[in-house]
């Protein structure tokens, strides 16, 4: 079975530091995509940033980028220069190619502190 | 521009009650469609999926249903609420093809309390 594992359920990190948040995942698959959704208070899910796997270059969207290493099965997300804003719970998921269907951790709660 | 549209954002319901839960899609066509559920301290569980009207996949037995009666308008269903049916629920679209690709986008959701 698939699965996706977060590690850590909850994190702080100062205002204007880095953080890395963990993902690790199971699959005997080598067509897949995998992506991170921040879920602020507010509860609107929002895409962060998505990697395929069949791409050996690491994904980097602003100040969101990922570590991505296939043969482990990691998927790690690292966020520069925190801000207040990225307060939220971040979600790792999996998606097989040629299915429908995400498969999400269990999130990490971060918290930015002031 | 695409947009997603969820509502009520908030339900308080009896056990026992029926429900009914909606979301629409504007600006595209033939979206594949999802509802997901999210319970306290846990992740996202898919709970069915379509990809055309009247299509509907199921991906936990449980005391729910959906329906998609029109392209752009699915409907998650309870004839009788549980207790377990507590949560957050969202609904989610894709492009045709392209969810895997390009990631979901997700409506606002709706908390749902059954008392």
């Known amino acids: 079975a698939q699965t996706v594992t977060q590690s850590q359920p909850e994190m702080s990190v100062q205002e204007a530091e880095t953080v890395t948040l963990s993902c690790t995942y199971d699959?005997?698959?080598?067509?897949?995509?995998l992506f991170w959704y921040k879920q602020p208070p507010s509860r609107q899910m929002i895409l962060v940033i998505r990697?395929?796997?069949?791409?050996?270059q690491n994904a980097t969207e602003n100040r969101f980028s990922v570590n991505f290493q296939k043969a482990a099965k990691s998927f790690s997300l690292k966020i520069s220069d925190s801000q207040l804003g990225d307060t939220a719970m971040y979600f790792c998921?999996?998606?097989?190619?040629?299915?429908?269907?995400?498969?999400f951790g269990t999130g990490t709660r971060l918290k930015v502190l002031a | 521009s695409q947009t997603i549209h969820q509502w009520p954002a908030t339900l308080v319901q009896p056990v026992g009650s029926p429900l009914s839960l909606e979301c629409t899609v504007e600006?595209?066509?033939?979206?594949?469609l999802y509802w997901y559920r999210q319970a306290a301290g846990r992740g996202l569980q898919l709970l069915f999926y379509?990809?055309?009207?009247?299509?509907i996949s199921s991906e936990v037995p449980q005391n729910l249903s959906a329906s998609r009666p029109q392209d752009r308008q699915f409907i998650l269903s309870s004839k009788k609420l549980l207790l377990s049916d507590s949560g957050f629920y969202l609904c989610?679209?894709?492009?045709?093809?392209?969810?895997?690709?390009?990631?979901?986008?997700f409506g606002s959701g709706t908390r749902l309390t059954v008392v």
């Open positions: 990697q395929e796997a069949y791409k050996q």
């Open positions: 989610a679209w894709s492009g045709r093809g392209q969810g895997e690709i390009y990631g979901y986008t």
């Open positions: 379509s990809v055309g009207i009247g299509q």
């Open positions: 600006g595209t066509s033939n979206p594949n």
């Open positions: 998921a999996f998606c097989t190619s040629g299915t429908y269907k995400y498969i």
């Open positions: 699959t005997s698959e080598n067509n897949y995509y």
